[in-house]
């Protein structure tokens, strides 16, 4: 049966140029054509300075292209409200953690996503946006962490905080813009078990990760795009991407890839 749903995210010869200080126009992304389907897990790879945020900028409305188009659950940005496209999207974003206010709970810092604010509104937070953060944050094994204040948590907690709080409006794409960094291994280790009961919970939802270091994928992870300096290298099923030949070229030095089970390894050839 033909799913009729409109796609996810769907980039058509998209590009983002900026001016630099010298005056120079410098492309962040060129031509980028892309699209995920509702479903789909997606890895965004690539070095600093790739154009993984950009991407993900645009794919958040955050950002118009410079030329090109994105169009987010059939919605072609810039002739709609954001509004109207905001609420279907959870974003793990770096830094938002390290801006809201010292007093804030778990769960308060959980219910800022009904609304998308760093401060919390409770006149705009029934009792069913709770139920829900409760719902969330044992999903990601961190209700019994709740009235901790959040400004104590470890950097893994944080991060499966955060996962809660973007999935708190019930949002249908998830967006997470490198949210292993500053992890240690078994902060890392419990994003990913979150990211995979995310998942299994809601299996309409797609998603993109956007990160430098192919053992931070989730088995969840079902396609991968390769970036390099602004332009595709490579985009397709998790299978027939990361391969040594594709990332080598995307990373720009000879990369052995392996495969344990459901998760993938990168290390320098030799």
Not at 1 to 19: G, K
Not at 133 to 148: C, K, P, Q, S, T
Not at 216 to 227: D, F, G, K, R, W
Request: proline residues 6%.
């Amino acid at each position: 049966m033909t799913d009729l749903r409109p796609a996810a995210l769907e980039f058509t010869q998209a590009s983002v140029r900026r001016t630099g200080p010298d005056g120079e126009r410098r492309f962040l992304l060129r031509d980028v054509g892309w699209r995920v389907e509702p479903g789909q897990h997606w890895a965004l790879l690539g070095p600093n300075g790739a154009g993984k945020t950009t991407l993900l900028r645009l794919a958040s409305t955050e950002m118009l292209p410079s030329s090109g188009t994105v169009a987010i659950f059939g919605h072609r940005r810039g002739t709609v409200h954001v509004d109207l496209i905001r609420p279907r999207i959870g974003l793990v974003q770096r830094g938002v953690a390290d801006r809201f206010s010292p007093g804030l709970s778990v769960l308060n810092v959980v219910l800022t996503g009904v609304k998308g604010t760093i401060v919390l509104l409770r006149g705009q937070v029934g009792p069913e946006h709770v139920e829900r953060a409760h719902y969330l944050l044992g999903l990601v094994g961190m209700d019994h962490l709740a009235h901790r204040p959040f400004r104590i948590c470890s950097e893994g907690e944080r991060g499966r905080a955060m996962l809660a709080r973007a999935l708190v409006a019930d949002a249908q794409l998830l967006l997470l813009d490198e949210p292993g960094t500053g992890l240690d291994l078994p902060g890392r280790e419990l994003l990913i078990g979150a990211l995979v009961a995310v998942a299994a919970e809601h299996p309409g939802i797609a998603s993109v990760m956007a990160t430098q270091h192919i053992e931070e994928l989730a088995p969840i992870v079902t396609h991968v795009l390769l970036l390099r300096e602004g332009r595709i290298v490579a985009a397709g099923p998790i299978g027939e991407t990361l391969t040594d030949t594709l990332v080598s070229e995307c990373f720009g030095l000879p990369v052995r890839v392996t495969r344990n089970d459901d998760r993938f390894f990168a290390v320098a050839a030799r």
